[in-house]
């Protein structure tokens, strides 16, 4: 685990609202981030997830490669919203 790499992902949450959401849900509480997405995530949707064999990680329990730091820097769950969900309306029932 990497104190710095927790800071600056916490930092992340702290600054944007919907980073404090669970991408997939909108549950509160992500404390996991989906590396393919570059999204954060709550614990029932990191299994999820996990099962569909994407790569999840815990926020206070994993090391981050400075490439996946690069990457969830990049990214976040707006980009992400942007990007995989344009069409989607804001109160759309999934």
Known sequence: M????????RDMQRKSKSNKLCF????????YVCLNFNTFVCTNCSGILRGFNYRVK???MSSFSPEEMEGLKAGGNS????????KLKKDADL
Do not use: F, Q
């Open 24 to 31: 997939e849900c909108g549950d509160r509480g992500a404390s």
């Open 58 to 60: 815990g926020i206070s």
């Open 2 to 9: 990497d104190d710095k790499n927790v800071k600056t992902l």
């Open 79 to 86: 980009k992400a919203r942007k990007y995989w969900l344009p």
